[in-house]
């Protein structure tokens, strides 16, 4: 069991250190779509990087995994976590902070490869 510093319930890491997800809900859209498999390695807690695609409880949740993207890293090894379709609120802007317990390294099927960069939501870039 993972015990975040919040002082919240436990959350269970994976069963397995590689495991197959499957996506449900448009949370994640474009980068993963409903009905995506994904193979996801374990992830020791601390670990996660911010642009990470990761599998993540919550201490408030323990019970709810879900994919999400890490938008923060956070002390006590926990991270703010979002979806990259904006209208899905499913996730620490919801739940409060998670715990990452798995990175997520390949989509499987339909389309095997890397998954991408978050999509660009039309806010400005720096030029150096």
Partial sequence: MITPHTGER???P????WVLA???GPSMTPTVR???RLLVRRLRPGRARVGDVVLARFPSRPDLLVVKRVHRVLEGGTVDVRGDNTLVTDDSRAYGPAVAVGRVVARLRPW???LGPPPDRGQPRSSA
């Fill in 112 to 114: 095997p490869g890397r």
């Fill in 14 to 17: 994976l069963p397995a250190p």
């Fill in 10 to 12: 436990p959350v269970p």
């Fill in 34 to 36: 409903h009905g995506d």
């Fill in 22 to 24: 499957r996506v449900t």
